[in-house]
C-alpha cells in the first residue's frame, strides 16, 4: 500500500523501515513529537481491529491519534521488555501472568462497535473436522457446547499472544493488532496457550501449568480454560489445514490432545 497520501494527509515523517505482513503493512513515523505507527489494513479482520482500536481508546491498548478506514496511526511502542524474551529466558509463567493482568484491562461491556460473532470463526473446523473425526471432531463438539451456551460476553481481542502485548515506560503492557470480535471472555486466553512457540506449547506439563496461571490470574473456571484451548487448538489446526501448513496443524493438534486428555475426552 502507498503510504505516501497519509503522511501527507497528517504530516507526518518517516522514522525506520516499512513493516510488511499478508494482512497489513506498518511504518514507524513521527507525528510532530510523537514516536508513532502508521498502519494500513488491507484485510477485512485488520479493518475491525482497526475500529477496536479506536473503540478502546487506549484504554489497555496503543493509543490511537487518527484513523480513517484502513489507515490507522496509533502510539508506538517498544519492542523491549519482551515477552517473548521472558518466556525464553525461563519466565513463562510470569509472562503468562502479565498477559491475564494486560487483558483484564480491556474494555469488553456494551455498547460493542458493530463487530461480528465469534461463532463464524469456526466455520473452518466444521468444514474440516467431519472428515478428519479424532481430536477435531472432539474439538468441534467442543467448541459447540461453549458456543451454545457463552458466559461474559464482550468485546475480544482475538489474538492474545506474546507479540501482541508491548511495552511503554509510561503507560505500561498494551496491546495491538486486535481482531474484532464478539464472544465469551475465556476464549480470548486459549491463544496464549498456544504459544510463544510449538515447542514450548507441547512441553511435558506446560499447558496444565498454564492453564492453572489462568484460571487463578483472570478468575476463570480450570476446566473452562481447557475447553476453549481444545476448541482453539482445533480451530488452529484447521486453519493451518487451510493454508497447506500440515506440520503445523500436527504441531497444534497436540495441544488440543493435551487438553482432550485433561479433560478426559477422547484424542
Not at 461491556?109 to 463487530?115: C, D, F, N, S
Request: charged residues 20%.
Amino acid at each position: 500500500m502507498n503510504f505516501a497520501p497519509h503522511l501527507a494527509r497528517w504530516n507526518l515523517q518517516p522514522d525506520g523501515e516499512a513493516i510488511h505482513t499478508p494482512s497489513s503493512d506498518l511504518l514507524p513515523v513521527r507525528a510532530g513529537e510523537r514516536a508513532a505507527m502508521l498502519k494500513l489494513a488491507h484485510a477485512p479482520e485488520e479493518r475491525r481491529g482497526n475500529a477496536v482500536m479506536v473503540w478502546w481508546a487506549g484504554r489497555g491498548a496503543a493509543q490511537v491519534y487518527a484513523h480513517d478506514g484502513a489507515a490507522l496511526l496509533m502510539e508506538r511502542l517498544d519492542v523491549r521488555p519482551s515477552l517473548l524474551d521472558m518466556a525464553a529466558a525461563g519466565q513463562d509463567d510470569e509472562a503468562t501472568r502479565i498477559l491475564c493482568q494486560a487483558a483484564a484491562r480491556l474494555p469488553r461491556a456494551r455498547p460493542w462497535p458493530e463487530l461480528p460473532m465469534l461463532r463464524r470463526w469456526f466455520r473452518s473446523l466444521e468444514t474440516v473436522a467431519p472428515a478428519a473425526g479424532g481430536v477435531f471432531a472432539t474439538a468441534l463438539s467442543t467448541a459447540h457446547a461453549l458456543l451454545d451456551a457463552p458466559q461474559e460476553v464482550g468485546v475480544l481481542h482475538g489474538d492474545i499472544h506474546h507479540q501482541n502485548l508491548l511495552h511503554r515506560p509510561a503507560r505500561g503492557w498494551l496491546f495491538i493488532d486486535p481482531k474484532g470480535i464478539l464472544g465469551e471472555r475465556g476464549f480470548d486466553y486459549a491463544n496464549i496457550l498456544c504459544n510463544p512457540d510449538l515447542e514450548t506449547v507441547a512441553a511435558p506439563g506446560r499447558l496444565v501449568r498454564q492453564a492453572h496461571i489462568i484460571s487463578k490470574t483472570a478468575t476463570l473456571e480450570l476446566g473452562r480454560v481447557l475447553r476453549w484451548t481444545l476448541a482453539y487448538a482445533g480451530l488452529s489446526a484447521a486453519w493451518h489445514l487451510e493454508d497447506g501448513e500440515d506440520e503445523l496443524a500436527r504441531t497444534t493438534l497436540e495441544v488440543a490432545r493435551i487438553a482432550a486428555g485433561e479433560l478426559g475426552l477422547p484424542g
